[in-house]
């Protein structure tokens, strides 16, 4: 099973900030990544697939970046309502699809 | 729009089998791979099974191999898990999600607790 590796567990930014949020997989996922927001309460939200497409809707202030076994999200210009937990999910090998173990993103 | 609800969640006891159903709309079901993913309290995703626009070759997380079974029916755009053998650690919140590579559609999620 390929491990998902997800940094920070948790994040205090500021609003207007830029943050990034790493994930890690254990080997080469050949940029099979999504990233999912969840607000608290919420269902999972689509925000980025295949790395750095943006799924409709998100806004362009989303972006994913990476390559091999390297990926990051980041969030330029941090809103109130970016406050969420952050989720990376491979799916270029399976089964099993695997998560990471997510970033709780606060303000400061 | 693209919906999907859930439906079918609640409490029983270790052993005993419960299902739940997930309604789709807003888009033709039987062009789409379907997905469940459950969310223990306060935890992360996990994978639990997927299921391909026929209803053919069905695959499970290790862990409910052979307990839960995923199935769909395009004529009513509904798509299912069949969960038997229930253990305390299935408790969690169960979503399904529309599967095109990523999820790129959850629904709103039911909550399964198993307990005696």
């Known amino acids: 099973d390929i491990q998902m590796t997800q940094s920070p567990a948790s994040l205090s930014a500021s609003l207007g900030e830029t943050v990034t949020i790493e994930c890690r997989a254990s080997e080469d996922i050949y940029n099979g990544l999504a990233w999912y927001q969840q607000k608290p309460g919420k269902s999972p939200q689509l925000l980025i697939y295949n790395a750095n497409n943006l799924h409709t809707g998100v806004p362009s202030r989303f972006s994913g970046s990476g390559s091999g076994t390297q990926y990051s999200l980041k969030i330029n210009s941090l809103r109130s309502e970016d406050v969420a937990s952050y989720f990376c999910q491979q799916y270029y090998n399976y089964p099993p699809y695997t998560f990471g173990a997510g970033t709780k993103l606060e303000l400061k | 729009e693209v919906q999907l609800v859930e439906s079918g969640g609640g409490l029983v006891q270790p052993g005993r089998s419960l299902k739940l159903s997930c309604a789709a709309s807003?888009?033709?079901?039987?062009?789409?791979?379907m997905a469940w993913v459950c969310q223990a309290p306060t935890k992360g995703l996990e994978w639990v099974a997927s299921i391909s626009t026929g209803g053919g070759d069905p695959y499970y997380r290790d862990s409910v191999k052979g307990r839960f079974t995923i199935s769909r029916d395009n004529a009513k755009s509904t798509l299912y898990l069949q969960m038997d053998s229930l253990r305390s650690e299935d408790t969690a919140t169960y979503y399904c999600a529309r599967h095109d590579w990523a999820l790129d559609y959850w629904g709103q999620g039911v909550m399964v607790s198993v307990s005696s």
């Open positions: 807003g888009f033709t079901f039987s062009n789409y791979g």
